[in-house]
């Protein structure tokens, strides 16, 4: 999984895993979730990410981590 925000868009992309989108759907305004060709859930799109969730702060709770990594 990985985590990425774009101040220049104020977007935030989540990648669920490494597959390839080949459809999405707005499930909110701003809101749109991306599915493989299998129809799995591959990666969440957040617009105007600032005003929906709290960018500042981010908690991982009990996850099976292998490998960590954390750039600015």
Do not use: C, H
Request: glycine fraction near 4%.
């Amino acid at each position: 999984m990985k985590i990425s925000y774009y101040p220049d868009t104020d977007s935030l992309y989540i990648d669920l895993s490494e597959q390839v989108s080949a459809e999405s759907r707005e499930i909110s305004e701003g809101i749109v979730l991306d599915y493989d060709a299998e129809g799995r859930l591959v990666g969440i799109d957040i617009d105007n990410a600032s005003k929906k969730v709290e960018l500042q702060k981010l908690t991982i709770n009990k996850l099976p981590l292998i490998e960590q990594i954390i750039a600015a």
